[in-house]
């Protein structure tokens, strides 16, 4: 039976289908008023151990985080440095620390230009509403899969027009190669 490409990240869990050889583990906040979200994409690999909670999934192992910030033209706070914005708004970078596309609509697509580390452990909330986590597979072509992903959701789920999506989704794949976990 071949591997899916990807599943949500907690019924992976449930059903013992955690990828031993590591994988990206894809987590979406959606702002429930506007179409402000925030994605956090972590590349993993080393597991020594999966520790469940009811909220959370807890990886013992070191993880590559890249965040993308989509933040509508209407975004009240959008000339404050996006690590000092309010809980469920930041993101842990500085304007110089992130890749920024600007869309037709004036959306701004924010991706890390270098991976945030997690030494030993990170931490995967249980999503609530809309918000998601999934589980890709590390497999030959993953990096096409996920820019992909991020062409369709940027679009759909983010609010940006489709013709940025594929500049977005490909800064996003930029920041992705900088893992240096697989040999």
Known sequence: MSQPIALDLFQAYNESKMPEEGGYIVSSFFNQNSTYSIYEIVAYDNVKSIYFSE???TFQADGHKVFVLVEPANYAHKYQEPF????GESIPHRFTELDIVTAKNQTKVMVSKEPVVSYSSFTVLKPTGVNFSLIFYHQENILKSLE???????NKEAGVPSMDTKKSAKAVIEGLKKFK???
Do not use: A
């Open 55 to 57: 909220t959370s999934l």
């Open 84 to 87: 000092t914005r309010v809980k």
């Open 148 to 154: 992909f992903f991020f062409t369709q959701t940027l």
């Open 181 to 183: 976990l697989w040999k």
